[in-house]
């Protein structure tokens, strides 16, 4: 059965949720690895990471697990 119009715009919204959240921990990890920033590449280089593996992983992980139900 296909989702409502309802379910799918909840889906998309979360999927951009999810995206923002991303791109704002790629920021904040480059901030963190930045000289005038924070300056501590410990926290910095990991938080890069995580941001861009779920930019593009995380949407699709969860539209993943949609098609599975």
Do not use: I, N, T
């Not at 480059?30 to 300056?39: H, I, K, N, P």
């Not at 501590?40 to 139900?69: N, T, V």
């Amino acid at each position: 059965m296909p989702p409502s119009d309802h379910q799918a715009r909840r889906r998309w919204a979360v999927m951009q949720l999810v995206r923002m959240v991303a791109v704002a921990a790629a920021l904040f990890g480059v901030y963190a690895l930045a000289e005038r920033g924070l300056a501590r590449p410990d926290l910095g280089a990991p938080l890069l990471l995580l941001g861009a593996a779920g930019f593009f992983a995380g949407p699709a992980l969860l539209a993943k697990r949609w098609r599975s139900r």
